[in-house]
């Protein structure tokens, strides 16, 4: 089992950055890799970046790509922290984002285990 925690969430202007951090703990490096997906109210669930474990090939969402970047901050056998350092922020990243463990996949329901959540808003 995975248990997830979301911080860094926050309200930022446009053009603005922030810095998104995910605390796994239980048996994080049992699983192939995580990710990070965003949701806007009435909107579906969007993936935004993953990272697997073992090559630590990154993957972005078309949306974020060259303005986001996920990273692996730490590790042990017990806590993996994950980041998502956010660049030039626009409205349109307005969403709650949430951290998700076990894939790589831009598809949520291949991901087991998922935190709560982080408001981001971006002011125009």
């Known amino acids: 089992q995975v248990q997830l925690a979301e911080s860094g969430g926050g309200l930022v202007q446009a053009g603005g950055s922030l810095r998104l951090s995910c605390v796994a703990s239980?048996?994080?490096?049992?699983?192939?890799?995580m990710g990070w997906f965003r949701q806007a109210p009435g909107k579906e669930r969007e993936f935004v970046a993953s990272?697997?474990?073992?090559?630590?090939?990154?993957?972005?969402?078309a949306a974020v790509k060259g303005r986001f970047a996920i990273s692996r901050d730490s590790a042990s056998d017990t806590e993996v922290t994950v980041s998502l350092q956010m660049n030039n922020l626009k409205p349109e990243d307005t969403a709650r984002y949430f951290c998700?463990?076990?894939?790589?996949?831009?598809?949520?329901?291949?991901?087991?285990?998922w935190g709560q959540g982080t408001q981001v808003t971006v002011s125009s």
């Open positions: 998700a463990g076990g894939s790589t996949a831009e598809i949520p329901r291949y991901y087991q285990f």
């Open positions: 239980g048996r994080p490096l049992e699983m192939y890799g």
């Open positions: 990272l697997n474990w073992r090559g630590r090939t990154e993957y972005y969402g």
